[in-house]
């Protein structure tokens, strides 16, 4: 089993920033693709950002590119999500998820999901 912890979340003001962090723990953490998903009130879960297991590719949502940045820390288990010039439309929980061998941008590709984070961004 990997378990996946997230930490970061608050509450933060229109255009400020937060580092959303996700430590895993299990065997292969290296070898699995990560992502972060979010699920705002009334709304279904979407897809945020996600990055390879090498860390040397990465895909973002149209609704955050350019404001967001994933990366990854395989000799410490973690992904971070740094967060920039936010709005209260990003605000939400905010889940990291694992895939094996899967490059997607959809929750059933998933295998592994932390507890989630909220992140509420006041106007």
């Known amino acids: 089993q990997v378990q996946l912890v997230e930490s970061g979340g608050g509450l933060v003001q229109t255009g400020g920033s937060l580092r959303l962090s996700c430590a895993a723990s299990?065997?292969?953490?290296?070898?699995?693709?990560m992502a972060w998903f979010r699920q705002a009130p009334g709304k279904a879960r979407e897809f945020v950002a996600r990055?390879?297991?090498?860390?040397?590719?990465?895909k973002y949502a149209d609704s955050v590119k350019g404001r967001v940045t994933i990366s990854r820390d395989n000799t410490q288990n973690v992904i971070y999500l740094q967060m920039n010039s936010l709005k209260p439309d990003d605000t939400a929980v905010y889940s990291c998820?694992?895939?094996?061998?899967?490059?997607?941008?959809?929750?059933?590709?998933?295998?592994?999901w932390g507890q989630g984070t909220q992140v509420t961004v006041s106007s």
């Open positions: 299990g065997p292969t953490f290296s070898h699995w693709n």
């Open positions: 998820a694992a895939a094996y061998r899967i490059w997607s941008a959809d929750t059933s590709d998933y295998t592994y």
């Open positions: 990055i390879s297991a090498t860390g040397l590719n990465t």
